[in-house]
């Protein structure tokens, strides 16, 4: 079965550095877009950071010109990397993927299992 598993969360003080990774693992025939996602506590699930299979991005509002999301085709992996980290980056941070596992003919939908990013004062 596909599996994803995020790693690289932690604590930081509020202006550091934090890189996740997110690898994709099992029988894959593609992957196309993945996102990163992550979620405070009390607060909907947001939309972070989203790649395309072709490369192009997109950013929250909130973290354009701080996060930087990247994949590595023939690795099957994705990473954010965050800078100029503030307390509001908080929270629970989620890999998503769209992929066509190699068993299917159709596209399929996965969440990592979450790491944690806590960002202090």
């Known amino acids: 079965q596909v599996q994803l598993v995020e790693s690289g969360g932690g604590l930081v003080q509020a202006g550091g550095s934090l890189r996740l990774s997110c690898a994709a693992s099992g029988s894959i025939f593609s992957i196309n877009a993945m996102d990163w996602y992550r979620q405070a506590p009390g607060k909907q699930r947001e939309l972070v950071a989203h790649?395309?299979?072709?490369?192009?991005?997109n950013y929250a509002d909130s973290v354009k010109g701080r996060f930087t999301i990247s994949r590595d085709n023939a690795k099957n992996t994705v990473a954010l990397q965050m800078n100029s980290l503030k307390p509001e980056d908080t929270g629970v941070y989620y890999c998503?993927?769209?992929?066509?596992?190699?068993?299917?003919?159709?596209?399929?939908?996965?969440w990592g299992q979450g790491t944690q990013v806590t960002v202090s004062s």
């Open positions: 998503y993927a769209a992929i066509v596992p190699g068993v299917a003919v159709t596209t399929r939908y996965y």
């Open positions: 790649i395309t299979s072709g490369g192009r991005t």
